[in-house]
């Protein structure tokens, strides 16, 4: 099952610094995603107002991806063709995934906001 973690163990500096290299991956992501959840607070904040419940909202769904991620790479990691090489490719896969999806995110605001107004008017969507 972990037969490439295996050969990676067996280059000492070539192992350093690949690990080296990933931490500094997943430092660089996880500094991201602080700088993405706090431009959809503001971002959420100018459309909806400063309210308990818009941020809470944000952290909510932060948190839930955070969560589905988790157990989604844990799913795959334990399934029988995993490997480490695969493992690179859907990290890559996901942080461009994530990346965009990011990109949207004022575009759903936006429409979110345009639906909150025509429902207070009364009309529909």
Do not use: N
Not at 110 to 120: A, D, F, H, K, Q
């Amino acid at each position: 099952m972990l037969h490439d973690l295996g050969q990676v163990r067996g280059r000492d500096g070539a192992a350093a610094l690949a690990r080296g290299f990933f931490f500094t991956l997943f430092t660089i992501s996880g500094f991201c995603s602080l700088v993405y959840e706090t431009i959809w607070i503001r971002l959420a904040m100018a459309a909806f107002g400063v309210t308990t419940a818009s941020i809470s909202i944000v952290i909510s769904v932060f948190m839930a991806g955070l969560a589905a991620g988790s157990w989604l790479a844990g799913w795959l990691v334990h399934r029988e063709e995993w490997s480490l090489k695969s493992s690179r490719r859907g990290y890559a896969a996901m942080e461009l995934l994530i990346g965009l999806s990011g990109l949207t995110v004022p575009i759903e605001l936006t429409v979110g906001e345009r639906v909150i107004e025509s429902l207070t008017r009364g009309e529909s969507p």
